[in-house]
T-cell receptor
Framework: SQKIEQNSEALNIQEGKTATLTCNYT??????LQWYRQDPGRGPVFLLL?????KEKRKERLKVTFDTTLKQSLFHITASQPADSATYLC????????????FGKGNQVVVIP | NAGVTQTPKFQVLKTGQSMTLQCAQD?????MYWYRQDPGMGLRLIYY???????DKGEVPNGYNVSRLNKREFSLRLESAAPSQTSVYFC??????????????FGNGTRLTVT
């Protein structure tokens, strides 16, 4: 069965530095992967989609990579700001079908001013 | 343009009671989803509806039923609530399936406590 792993420990980072989050998946090869941001008491908000034939995707200060050999996606926030403090969720295509996403447990980022 | 609206925002039930969680989207999306989110477990798919008139089970469907009332509305029913169903429930919608590159748009959740 699919397994999606994100670091359970919060990432504390100084403002202005680059935050890097890891998403590892096992037992299958998703054709694409999405990243979401979730703030306390709110639903997740879509950030980026990357497909298996794309090595890297960027959106403003965000960058996502997708290494199908390592079965890993990295999510980077460059020049981090306190407003970037949130939980970030990795969501590859589900092993069980194209209509579904499988979500990781999320990784909290705290940007310290 | 409200996006995805869930009602109620909070609910407390006693074991054995029933209730329906309502979800409506105004983006003319084809697909709709119900997830639950528990501490340490991440988001788990309960049921989804790829298009109007169809529904399918997700990872954790036991104890739940759904109805895709029309293209806009997708409700989740708990027939006999159990403490294990204490959770935050999120409804989401997408224009087409995520495999087509379509992101999910989430509501802000219903916080359900079953005592």
């Amino acid at each position: 069965s699919q397994k999606i792993e994100q670091n359970s420990e919060a990432l504390n980072i100084q403002e202005g530095k680059t935050a890097t989050l890891t998403c590892n998946y096992t037992n299958y090869s998703p054709a694409y992967l999405q990243w979401y941001r979730q703030d306390p008491g709110r639903g997740p908000v879509f950030l980026l989609l990357i497909r298996e034939n794309e090595k890297e995707k960027r959106k403003e200060r965000l960058k996502v990579t997708f290494d199908t050999t390592l079965k890993q996606s990295l999510f980077h926030i460059t020049a981090s700001q306190p407003a970037d403090s949130a939980t970030y969720l990795c969501a590859p295509r589900s092993y069980y079908g194209n209509n579904r996403l499988a979500f990781g447990k999320g990784n909290q980022v705290v940007v310290i001013p | 343009n409200a996006g995805v609206t869930q009602t109620p925002k909070f609910q407390v039930l006693k074991t054995g009671q029933s209730m329906t969680l309502q979800c409506a989207q105004d983006m003319n999306h084809n697909s709709m989803y119900w997830y639950r989110q528990d501490p340490g477990m991440g988001l788990r798919l309960i049921y989804y509806s790829a298009s109007e008139g169809t529904t399918d089970k997700g990872e954790v469907p036991n104890g739940y039923n759904v109805s895709r009332l029309n293209k806009r509305e997708f409700s989740l029913r708990l027939e006999s609530a159990a403490p294990s169903q204490t959770s935050v429930y999120f409804c989401a919608s997408s224009e087409i399936s995520p495999g087509g590159g379509s992101p999910l748009h989430f509501g802000n959740g219903t916080r359900l406590t079953v005592t």
